[in-house]
């Protein structure tokens, strides 16, 4: 179904009034900008004494304790993920997976004008200072983010809204059907576990990118991954950059381990910032790409710095950043369709 601007006005209206708050209720925020973690120095090196965190936190007996606490709280998930777009957990699951007229629809027909007015005016709640923090997604019924063991999830695309191809940055190597049986409808059994393998060529066009998060549950990148995720999902790969449908027999988005054997994936990531106006401290939530050029070199960083595991970061190099030629033989040889690579 086709929405036009005077639907989704009144819808954005709804959605407002029922989940996430209005922004004239968000006054301008004035105050010390601290960008980077959540430290003493850090707060220091962008002017705020520590005479002056102290103050503010209550006199702590140990000052950096105290602002990780207060960061954290700034950052702590209040809004469900289903009430984000408010169009149901059937839509939610559908989009992820690349169905719905949102992914199905081209601009001629479906203008995206008409969408982003509505992720547009979400996006504005969900970033920016002092925002509305979402819960990750991931139930018995959103599966495609269930536990997501790599600490890290990603989007694949084919096509664009306007009929076209994404930018080709990556080869589908392999997918393995049977990894999301509520998107494929298809079930393992036994020894049955349906994969497909893509012979890449140079007429394919895909695009895929992904973000990572530490361990911690109360880190910044861990806390606030339901809003990375809305806006790689829904602002930057469907309104931004227009970037629809999945990989035939993959869900669009979904944990790392879910989604495509690819030969590159991009990395995008939360930028943590904070404001201090003298008495709180607020988080002012953006995002972009990461400072390396891909998932699998971002999470080797994160490996190197203890937030997330080795074993994480080597299955991400191997499933997101290795030739099709290596990763197809692979998979084929332990199939027992083909000798194991040398």
Not at 144 to 158: G, Q
Not at 300 to 305: G, N, R
Request: proline residues 5%.
């Amino acid at each position: 179904m086709k929405f036009t601007a005077i639907t989704l006005s009144a819808f954005i209206t709804s959605v407002t009034a029922t989940t996430i708050r209005k922004r004239e209720g968000r006054k301008l925020q004035t105050g010390t900008a601290v960008e980077g973690p959540c430290t003493v120095e850090n707060f220091n090196a962008a002017g705020v004494t520590s005479a002056q965190l102290t103050t503010a936190l209550g006199n702590p007996a140990d000052l950096q304790e105290a602002l990780t606490a207060a960061c954290a709280e700034a950052a702590e998930p209040t809004i469900d993920w289903y009430n984000v777009i408010h169009k149901g957990r059937q839509f939610d699951k559908n989009f992820m997976d690349g169905e719905t007229d949102w992914n199905e629809m081209f601009n001629e027909d479906s203008p995206i004008e008409d969408i982003a007015l509505l992720v547009d005016h979400v996006y504005d709640e969900v970033s920016g200072v002092d925002p509305a923090v979402l819960h990750f997604p991931g139930d018995d019924y959103l599966t495609n983010f269930n536990n997501c063991a790599m600490n890290s999830a990603t989007c694949c695309y084919v096509a664009n809204r306007d009929g076209g191809d994404p930018e080709d940055i990556s080869d589908i190597c392999v997918i393995e059907n049977w990894k999301n049986p509520r998107t494929t409808h298809i079930a393992s059994g036994g020894h049955f576990s349906p994969y497909t393998v893509y012979m890449a060529n140079d007429d394919d066009a895909a695009f895929c990118q992904g973000f990572a998060w530490d361990d911690a549950e109360d880190s910044f990148s861990n806390l606030v991954k339901g809003n990375t995720l809305f806006w790689m999902a829904f602002k930057d790969g469907l309104v931004d950059k227009q970037y629809v449908r999945p990989p035939p027999g993959s869900p669009m988005c979904g944990c790392t381990e879910l989604m495509p054997k690819v030969s590159h994936t991009d990395c995008v990531e939360a930028k943590e910032k904070y404001i201090f106006d003298g008495s709180e401290i607020k988080l002012d939530l953006s995002f972009g790409s990461c400072t390396e050029d891909s998932l699998a070199s971002h999470m080797k960083t994160l490996s190197d710095e203890g937030t997330v595991s080795a074993a994480a970061a080597d299955v991400a190099a191997w499933r997101t950043e290795t030739s099709c030629d290596i990763q197809t033989s692979e998979f084929l040889a332990e199939k027992g369709w083909g000798p194991k690579p040398e």
